[in-house]
């Protein structure tokens, strides 16, 4: 008679349960690394959006020269005026109007985006050539944008009717 000898060439039904829960552990902690650094980049997105989105709309005012129309502008939208002269050398105003709509920040002048993923904007005039705007993203964080502009100009002729 023979005895027989068994050696065991293959895995333990423990020690797969073991790497399985190994593999699981090192997936978890990857997973929670990357959702941290993912977070911490949200944040820091979010604030720069907001600094170049001031940027932009600076340079944009500043290089049109942009008045603000206080008469027809309010909390929820914000009307700048650029003068333009014509071949004749009639002037007429062309109109930006500044508004939020679906979380956005938009500009009238076609479809302009310029700001993403806020919760509201609200527009306040300090004078008639300063414009500030409340921005409330999505994420609770708030900013306040302040602007200068230049004074809106009165109508002559409004004026020489008066008289």
């Known amino acids: 008679m023979k005895i027989f000898k068994t050696k065991n060439k293959g895995f333990m039904l423990a020690e797969a349960i073991i790497a399985i829960l190994i593999t699981v552990l090192c997936f978890e902690i990857l997973y929670s690394t990357i959702n941290t650094v993912r977070t911490v980049s949200h944040k820091r997105d979010g604030v720069n959006n907001v600094a170049f989105a001031y940027i932009q709309l600076n340079r944009f ?8 129309d206080i008469k027809h502008s309010d909390v929820k939208r914000a009307i700048l005026k650029q003068k333009k ?13 500044f ?3 679906k979380g956005q920040l938009r500009m009238s002048q076609g479809y302009m985006p310029l700001m993403m993923n806020l919760r509201t904007v609200y527009f306040s005039y300090v004078n008639k050539d300063v414009m500030k705007m409340k921005i409330v993203e999505r994420d609770g964080r708030c900013s306040i944008l302040a602007f200068k502009l230049k004074e809106m100009e009165k109508d002559k002729r409004a004026n020489e009717l008066k008289k």
């Open 61 to 68: 005012i500043k290089d049109r020269e942009l008045m603000l």
């Open 85 to 97: 002269k014509d071949e004749e050398n009639k002037v007429y105003y062309e109109t930006y109007s």
């Open 99 to 101: 508004y939020e709509r």
